[in-house]
């Protein structure tokens, strides 16, 4: 499966940001790509780095006149896009979520981010409900993706029900960076812990792994911090973790890699860890600790 990634720099322009996603998917179809994933919350700059209430009228219903938009792009492109939007469901009600557009322009199906964190510089709870539709792959003409949304990508729960659920390929669209005051180390550290637990879940579960992270500084608004440096480093990793494609930590890129889903076929015969799961001792895992 020919996979297009997008990763971005972004400005407090929105129309302008939503204008070069779109050339750049239709760049990626023109060279063959089947499918396109962007990062997370791409039309805006990260507004979570302060809690402000003007911020709630980004978001968007879905469907809406945004859904219409990225329609029409995954439709001229004749390409499925994995999209990350602002969603409004209600008034005082909204999400972090994932949305899926099939090649003839289709709601393929959507996912609403479940584990929402609360950081300096992250305020998503003031933002986000956590999801209430559950760990579900979404079918589409060119397989069963399994969409999460960035937080998502730490939880090995999250990437195992989606496994268990038939997901054919993990998919992240993601918005992750150093915030101005940790040491050079602590970065190292961040970004390299990110990767790793992201293969951990392709090599657990025998299936590629698509994570897209947005690139580039974003100031505070506020000027309590000195802002976020987005890490980039977007990247695809096969069943067994080994790295397909990885993006520079400091500038936009667009790249297509070909990913072969029937290795994971191969690769869960060899590693059947899905086979020797103890399944009748894991009830505790639905806990939130493990007291005395």
Known sequence: ?????????????????????????????????????LQELHDSLYFCQTENVELFNLATPIPSDRTDYYSKVAKEAGIVLVCSLFERRAAGLYHNTAVVFEKDGSIAG??????????????????????????????????????????????????????????????????????????DDEKSRQREAWITVQRGHAVANGLPVVTVNRVGHEPDPSGATGGINFWGRSFIAGPQGEFLYQAPSDCETTALV???????????????????????????????????
């Open 1 to 37: 499966m020919k996979t297009g990634i997008i990763q971005q720099h972004n400005t407090a322009d929105i129309d302008h940001n939503m204008a070069r996603l779109s050339e750049k998917v239709k760049q990626l179809a023109a060279e063959g790509a089947e499918l396109v994933v």
């Open 258 to 292: 070909d990913i072969d889903l029937k290795r994971s076929e191969n690769v869960r015969r060899w590693w059947p860890f899905l086979r020797d799961r103890r399944i009748e001792n894991y009830s505790n895992l639905s806990r939130r600790y493990i007291d005395d």
């Open 110 to 183: 959507k996912y609403r981010k479940m584990h929402i964190p609360d950081d300096p510089a992250y305020y998503e709870k003031f933002y986000f409900t956590p999801g209430d539709i559950g760990f579900e792959p979404i079918n589409t003409s060119i397989g069963r993706l399994g969409v999460l949304v960035c937080w998502d990508q730490w939880y090995p729960e999250a990437a195992r029900l989606m496994a268990l659920k038939g997901a054919e390929i993990l998919i992240y669209p993601t918005a992750i960076g150093w915030e101005s005051s940790d040491s």
